[in-house]
């Protein structure tokens, strides 16, 4: 069987985009330095249209479409179906990314065709079973499952989805093909859909574009009335009713406060206008849903008091401290308008400020950044850590880590910051 026959797709996990697009990054890289061509098939991702905001919430096609038929008949769910499905398209991540459209236009018709399909599931976990240490070691993998499946003269089409933990397989594939085999470049793709489809840009000129990620949600840790504290994540340390936030045993969990400190205790060592400051939080209305649907875990009868909170007064509390921050917008919850406002943020930054509690960010900057056009990065961390970058390899940022500025809370040296970003930014 020759390499000509052989060609591969993506499957991504129902997940958000940002961990769809590193699947993605991946398994492309491994496709094409394995000598198969790549074959597209639409990336959607239901994680990053699942918002509070209705207009998103009535994508739920299945029940809607189930409610519509029952209650008001054919004529006018077919009367209702065009603008709801513009509605979808407009709010889908990968039509104002351009990703999708790309790949459409560059697909060749002799793509298309009768193929052998074969699921490749792979995982950390495939890696120890098959004794795969190299990505050698995982092309020939891929060749004897081709050749145990297929005959000789199949076309076959592998669909490469992921099926378990990615630390060790990603880190694996980036270590060794760092740059996309063909020269894919995603950021071009990105700015040529803005040139055709313009975004406004919330950043005020002539200021260091700085882009503030304070990941809450499903991630958070909430404070009750009596001024405990309930964790949310990690798993292990979840639905447990702690005295003080920093009894919680992970470094990786961040306040509001802490972000908050940081920017006004940062912004002191530069004049007032030095700094536009876009502000991204999705706030806590996940979390109190998720505490909610886990009220059975809680270990205290009192913490059961917190689900009859109002989630947008907790969210209005927490983060009313931003908005006397000069120089800054605070966007504050999830809607796909402010998702796409993220995007181009992040992808226009001079600065980028966010933490261990997420890899969102840094996922996104992975994917459209390299070396000559990456912002500066500021990770927060509560801890001190022995190897701050062991997590970061499997992003395949390792190559860039002298644009990064990781700070312990705990011990934050601001002056030492600042000057970094003075050199690093040219503020002199």
């Not at 995982?138 to 060749?143: A, D």
């Not at 055709?196 to 499903?218: E, I, L, Y």
């Not at 992975?366 to 970058?389: G, H, K, Q, S």
């Amino acid at each position: 069987m020759t390499k000509n026959n052989i060609y591969f797709t993506i499957e991504p996990t129902n997940s958000g985009f940002t961990d769809q697009m590193m699947q993605f990054a991946a398994f492309y890289k491994l496709g094409l330095v394995s000598g198969y061509t790549y074959l597209h098939r639409p990336f959607f991702s239901s994680r990053s249209l699942n918002c509070d905001s209705y207009e998103l919430r009535r994508l739920n096609w299945r029940r809607f479409g189930r409610f519509i038929k029952r209650h008001f008949g054919i004529a006018l769910k077919k009367r209702m179906a065009p603008s709801a499905l513009e509605s979808k398209s407009n709010m889908d991540v990968y039509e104002f990314l351009g990703f999708n459209e790309y790949f459409h236009a560059k697909q060749k018709l002799q793509h298309r065709g009768k193929f052998k399909e074969i699921t490749v599931k792979l995982s950390d976990d495939t890696l120890r079973k098959f004794d795969i240490d190299t990505v050698e070691d995982l092309q020939r993998w891929l060749g004897r499952r081709i050749q145990k499946t297929a005959s000789a003269k199949s076309k076959v089409l592998l669909k490469l989805t992921l099926s378990g933990h990615r630390k060790k397989c990603f880190e694996l594939i980036h270590s060794k093909i760092p740059d996309y085999p063909d020269g894919l470049d995603l950021r071009t793709i990105y700015f040529e859909k803005r040139r055709k489809c313009p975004w406004n840009s919330a950043f005020t000129s002539a200021k260091v574009k700085t882009m503030v990620h304070m990941r809450q949600g499903d991630t958070a840790t909430l404070e009750t009335p009596w001024n405990t504290f309930i964790s949310l994540w990690p798993k292990k340390y979840a639905f447990k009713e702690y005295s003080l936030f920093s009894d919680i045993p992970t470094g990786r969990l961040m306040q509001v406060e802490d972000y908050y400190h940081f920017l006004v205790t940062l912004s002191s060592y530069f004049s007032e206008d030095t700094f536009s400051m876009l502000l991204f939080s999705d706030g806590f209305s996940r979390s109190f849903r998720k505490l909610k649907n886990n009220i059975h875990k809680l270990n205290s009868p009192s913490t059961k008091r917190l689900i009859g909170m109002d989630p947008k007064i907790y969210d209005e509390t927490k983060f009313a401290m931003f908005r006397n921050i000069k120089n800054s917008t605070l966007f504050l919850g999830e809607d796909y308008k402010k998702l796409r406002h993220l995007i181009h943020s992040v992808l226009t930054a001079d600065l980028v400020i966010t933490s261990k509690q997420q890899r969102m960010v840094l996922k996104l900057l992975a994917n459209y950044c390299d070396a000559e056009n990456m912002p500066i990065v500021i990770v927060l961390n509560r801890f001190n850590e022995t190897n701050p970058w062991d997590n970061y390899k499997s992003l395949g940022l390792y190559q860039r880590k002298d644009k990064f500025i990781m700070v312990n809370m705990s011990n934050p040296d601001y002056t030492q910051i600042a000057q970094k970003l003075v050199n690093l930014l040219d503020l002199s």
